[in-house]
Structure formats: C-alpha cells, structure tokens
C-alpha cells in the first residue's frame, strides 16, 4: 500500500501460516501484546520518530482490535477498521442466524475454516458459551479465541475512542447483517462531537480483487487526515 508523507501506517494482522505463529495469536489478549511489541520494536528502531502520525489498519479480526488499540498505543491519530462490526466476530455470525440469512455459509472463507454446516455451527457456538477454555473448536480456533473477543466487545472502545476513526463496509460482504447495518446507522452522526466515521464502499470485501484494493486504497488515502 502506498504511503503518504509524514505517515507510519501498522497494520495488525496475523502474519504468517506457521501453526506456532497462529497459537501465540490465538486470543484476543496475545493478539493485541503482539501488536503492542511490534510497535514498541518499531518506535525503538526509530521507524516511528516523533513526527510520525500512524494510522491504524484492521482487516476482519484485526479490526476488533483497533479502538482499543487507538486508546492505548502512543501517537495514532486515525484507524480504519475494515468490515467489522460493534461486538465481535461470533456476534456476527449470530445475527445473521438470527435473521435466517445463511448465505455466509457458502463463503471461501466458511468452507476454509469448517464451519459451513448450519446446525454444526448453531451447535458449536452454543457449546463455546458452555465449556472451557479448550474444550471445543469453532472453525480453527479455540473457544478461548471466541470467548475473548466475546467478552470483550469493540463498542465500548468504541465509545471513548480518542482519536479520529473510521469503519469502512463493502456494501456486498455477506458477514454484514442487517442487525449491524441498523446499529451503525444509529451511532454514525449521531453525535456531532463523535470522531467516528463510517462508510460503505463497492465491493463484497474481496480484497483479493484489485478494483476492490484500488477502491479501498484510495479511500483510506483521502481521508487519513
């Protein structure tokens, strides 16, 4: 991605395939320590000096990830949280059961992970609340994973972010209920105060598609300061 001057951007995303690397980011916790020792690496390194502005990028996971880290890093002035919601990922998938609509389940991304059987997933999801840490699976990663982004939900961050924000849709992602598209109506200008903007862009979030990555670039682009 390009960069504008004066600009450091991080991206928090899981990096690499190698299943050690997916264990040390298997939770909510350990993913946002390892962000927070990238960014002190990078801030010892002197690749972020004190004139640097950093802008925050979160791609699914990540994204949840992003008030939080808004809050608490030092000298992040804007973050764009890419297809993500206000709860967490597990909320998601339970709206859109909720609503009948199960056309997720179709996606790459649910046939990748195993969790494209409906009553599996309902059955899975139930049991996650029910056992403990490691009892039981949802797709590759642990009830631990789940349980933590579900007890520790992106709204309240949300709520008291301190720096200028952004959530940007791809009006065709099919993680995208209609439950969430309600909630974000209602916080988006509510407040004339609030520093969070949200957007839809074109798309189904593919970002595999270079017209896709082109419009998400340019966006981000314009509207960094």
Known sequence: METKENYKIVIPQLIGKKESLQTLLDSRSRRIKTVNNLYNQLINNREID???NVVLIGFG????????LSNYLPRVENFFMIN??????LSEMQYLISEGDNSFLNTP???YFGM??????KRTIREVHTYGEFDIRLGNKTNYYWKEFYTYP?????AHISTRGNIILSKGYPFMSKTLKAELN?????NPLTKLKITEIKG???????????LLKKYILNNIN
């Open 50 to 52: 004190s004139l640097a």
């Open 61 to 68: 996971e990540g994204a949840y990830l992003l008030p939080y």
């Open 84 to 89: 993500a919601g206000l709860g967490s990922p």
């Open 109 to 111: 991304k649910m046939r």
């Open 116 to 121: 494209d059987d409906l009553d599996e997933l």
């Open 154 to 158: 992106t709204d309240p961050d949300l």
């Open 186 to 190: 209602l916080i988006n200008g509510s």
């Open 204 to 214: 189904k979030g593919d970002f595999r598609i270079k017209e896709e990555i082109e």
